[in-house]
């Protein structure tokens, strides 16, 4: 059983579970980010993880061109891409597990947020250099090796009341001034909205509504066309971004699944809410989002063609998105 679903059985947190097992193949590290990032180059070929409770993003790749900060740290390598908030990172393990069938014995770094849910894990490969790893345990070993954390509660989202929402005439104002995507964050940030409620709000030129199904029909679609995309995923504190073309897609029950040589993804469709088509506008021509939000109003992945700063949008993109099936306007 994975750690997550036992210690959801359990009623504990994920940390919770990890630290129990201290001394007994668990390390305690301190979750330094601006120590860790610089140091991971050494250790090679990696797989980096990111997920929430219905998407797992994972990619093989080396920690380079790291950028940190009190607030954002950053990873733009050419496979791992990584926007970071280093404040939610609150515990973190080095972690010894035998594998039942091989006997061999693999490594990773976790790391979790005050509620003890996993914000990022990073998982050694066959290449992956064991001395620059043990190095970089030795530098942030912590000195408190106890068995028991504390972790606070994670509080669910809270959604304002429709009368507590700005006007519509006033989001699509600062909207439609944008010109560029991330400027999104701080337009939302001074209206007190969510994402999932600005979708709602801006009005159908800007974010329609999508079947639940044209999720999966995007992806089988971008593998046919060769479009490639841009797939981000976050937990509490990473978001984990895959650029480029994707090969195989399959549905395995309820989870839709990219098993590609250096990407996978595999995201509960049944977890999918709404799926939105969003446009943003930047100085180059506006920008296309597919969005998958949960019951609670939380984005589960967004999904991009791909682009690069200060260029227009791939036209094939675009068109795919548009000729997505939408559900019926309401009245």
């Not at 080095?94 to 091989?102: H, I, L």
């Not at 595999?266 to 920008?287: F, I, M, N, Q, Y």
Request: glycine fraction near 8%; charge should be negative; proline fraction near 5%.
């Amino acid at each position: 059983m994975r750690e997550r679903d036992l210690a959801a059985q359990l009623g504990i947190s994920e940390a919770e579970l990890l630290a129990a097992h201290v001394g007994h193949g668990v390390t305690r590290i301190e979750p330094r980010v601006s120590d860790l990032l610089p140091s991971l180059e050494a250790v090679g070929e990696v797989m980096a993880l990111t997920r929430n409770e219905s998407a797992v993003h994972e990619k093989v790749g080396i920690y380079e061109k790291t950028m940190t900060g009190s607030e954002h740290a950053l990873v733009l390598g050419a496979d791992i891409d990584l926007r970071i908030f280093p404040s939610r990172w609150a515990f973190g393990f080095a972690v010894e597990k035998r594998d039942e069938e091989s006997g061999a014995v693999r490594h990773s770094l976790q790391f979790f947020d005050h509620a003890g849910e996993a914000v990022h894990k990073i998982h050694l490969r066959p290449q992956s250099d064991q001395a620059a790893y043990r190095a970089l345990i030795d530098e942030l070993v912590s000195p408190d090796q106890g068995a028991a954390i504390t972790v606070g509660r994670a509080e669910p989202p809270v959604q304002e009341a429709p009368e507590a929402l700005p006007s519509a005439e006033i989001l699509r104002e600062r909207w439609a001034a944008m010109t560029d995507v991330h400027q999104l964050f701080n337009i939302l940030r001074k209206l007190k909205l969510t994402r999932h409620q600005a979708v709602h709000l801006i009005g159908e030129d800007y974010a329609w509504r999508l079947e639940n199904e044209a999720l999966t029909a995007m992806l089988y679609q971008a593998v046919r066309d060769e479009v490639p995309i841009m797939c981000f995923v976050g937990s509490p504190g990473c978001v984990q971004i895959h650029t480029g073309t994707i090969h195989t897609v399959k549905p395995m029950g309820p989870w839709i699944n990219i098993l590609d040589p250096g990407f996978n993804l595999h995201l509960r469709t049944d977890h999918v809410s709404e799926l939105w088509a969003v446009r943003k506008p930047t100085k180059e021509g506006h920008v296309t989002s597919i969005e998958a939000y949960g019951a609670d109003g939380e984005l589960i992945a967004q999904f991009f063609g791909e682009r690069h700063e200060g260029h227009d949008e791939r036209p094939d993109w675009r068109l795919m998105v548009e000729r997505l099936q939408s559900l019926p306007r309401a009245g």
